[in-house]
């Protein structure tokens, strides 16, 4: 064939091309979602993908639940889960991280202490929910009052799903039986912080270990409820929960951050708490290996049993926080929100709806596969045990996140001793004081800058004399210093205004 005549058949073939697209009916447009979204369009086989990311070690059997929960979702509701835990220590960095930069995601663990709620919806990275939750997520909506959903109501949206479980925090402490006995101590006089103080110094003494768990991320006793604070949210502001002014503070300026501090530090010095934690699964790992005789969290009831399953000893749990306080940052302390960038906002919401009132999906999530992971020992009762041979600590899942992934009243006893603590934990929900700011929700878009200024400084001068390495009288006057030039003032009057205007309307 000669060169000009196979230029003549291309050049022909060109044209027919042209005429067949001219000819060829316009692209439907994309579909939107409830909100004017393009969302994006469902693969071949009709199954949309869900990812959801959550502050977690990765576990062996992470892909095996994963499938297992694949089986009942996917028929369901055509969505294909992805779980993507991430490690607890970068999980608030890499997420934070992730977002600014408009990376696509789905569903993502928001709190008040990881990956903030009210900075995600202050930068406009999480999608809102009010329209949608009625819709495709129902028995959700219904499980809790209007007033309860008004705490997660932030710039006048909703903008994650609460995790329904204990609300107020019950501050206290979880000491080993073993040591309890060998060293002669109760609880039972045990009323404050420093009420452990010789038992810990007998431990240390007896056992050569450092008595008090802690991780690399710091230990500090200052816990807001305990001292009779509530949360409001960004780092650095309070407000006393009994306080009828609503009066908002620098929460470093106060009293009872300085008692904390230097109570923090008097053990650090003493050897209680190591100098240098080790990273959280380490730190697990030391506990099982009786390298700490205690830890002190929110001993909600039948947490004796939870941390017995955890770390493998015996425990007694005493809460020395009075009065149990219920606020806005209780009430939202774990939630799912779901990504501004998800393509399939609606599917994403039909998973937490699952997570939430599916009691086999949420025990899957929660506790792993039946005859596997766990094994039933009441089923009556809903008790599970591990099978033969299987320990909490040698289980290839267990990811003790029931708090994290959904309402945590649906969730299996671990043991018989435990039946009950659903009931007495709603109790307390029940009857915990109200705190004078419960339902306010700070709009933190006026004072952005300022927050993220005070922060910066709140994580270099502040978080060392919150966790005990610096003494605060030494510290505190440059601290103050920095932070009020970083706009702390600033911060404090437009919550202050707000707070006002709140109380003004209700």
Not at 411 to 417: K, L, Q
Request: hydrophobic share 40%; glycine share 6%.
């Amino acid at each position: 064939m000669s060169k000009q005549r196979l230029l003549l058949l291309l050049n022909l073939f060109l044209v027919l091309a042209l005429l067949m697209a001219a000819c060829a009916p316009a692209a439907a447009p994309a579909p939107t979602t409830g909100s004017g979204q393009t969302a994006s369009t469902a693969p071949a086989d009709g199954v949309v993908t869900i990812k959801y990311q959550f502050p977690r070690s990765p576990q062996e059997d992470f892909p095996v639940v994963q499938d297992a929960l694949n089986e009942m979702i996917t028929s369901r509701i055509g969505v294909r889960l992805v779980l993507e835990p991430i490690d607890p220590g970068v999980y608030n960095d890499k997420m934070q991280l992730a977002l600014a930069s408009g990376e696509e995601c789905d569903i993502i663990f928001t709190a008040p202490w990881t990956n903030s709620y009210l900075t995600n919806v202050a930068n406009g990275v999480l999608y809102p929910l009010d329209d949608l939750l009625p819709v495709h997520a129902p028995g959700l909506w219904a499980s809790m009052p209007p007033s309860t959903w008004e705490a997660a109501r932030a710039g006048g949206h909703i903008y994650a799903v609460i995790n329904q479980q204990i609300f107020p925090k019950p501050w206290g402490v979880n000491v080993r039986k073993d040591l309890l006995e060998k060293y002669n101590f109760s609880l039972d006089n045990v009323e404050k912080w420093e009420d452990m103080e010789p038992f810990l110094a007998a431990v240390r003494d007896g056992e050569g270990i450092n008595p008090v768990y802690a991780t690399e991320l710091g230990a500090s006793l200052f816990r807001q409820a305990y001292y009779g604070f509530a949360e409001l949210g960004p780092v650095g502001i309070t407000v006393r929960a009994a306080d009828e002014s609503r009066t908002i503070l620098s929460m470093f300026e106060t009293p009872e951050f300085k008692e904390a501090a230097d109570l923090t530090k008097k053990w650090v010095d003493e050897g209680y708490f190591p100098l240098e934690g080790p990273p959280a699964d380490a730190a697990d790992a030391m506990f099982r290996a009786g390298q700490f005789a205690m830890n002190y969290h929110v001993e909600k009831p039948g947490n004796d049993i939870e941390n017995q399953n955890r770390y493998g000893w015996e425990f007694v749990s005493k809460n020395l926080t009075d009065p149990l306080i219920i606020d806005t940052g209780a009430v939202t302390a774990t939630m799912n929100g779901i990504c501004a960038t998800s393509k399939n906002p609606e599917k994403a919401l039909e998973v937490l709806e699952l997570f939430n009132t599916d009691i086999e999906i949420y025990n899957t999530l929660s506790r792993g596969i039946q005859g596997r992971h766990w094994v039933w020992v009441d089923e009556e009762k809903k008790v599970m045990g591990y099978p033969e041979g299987i320990t909490g600590s040698t289980s290839p899942y267990n990811p003790n996140a029931d708090w994290m992934f959904g309402n945590q009243f649906n969730a299996y006893y671990r043991d018989a001793r435990q039946v009950g603590a659903w009931e007495k934990t709603k109790e307390m929900n029940d009857t915990a004081f109200p705190a004078t700011v419960l339902g306010f929700s700070i709009d933190t878009s006026p004072i952005n800058t300022e927050l993220a200024q005070v922060k910066a400084v709140w994580d270099e001068y502040v978080v060392p004399i919150q966790n005990g390495f610096i003494a605060y009288d030494d510290a505190a006057p440059a601290a103050i210093e920095r932070l009020n030039a970083a706009g702390m003032q600033t911060v404090l009057a437009e919550v202050q205004r707000q707070v006002d205007e709140w109380a003004a309307n209700r």
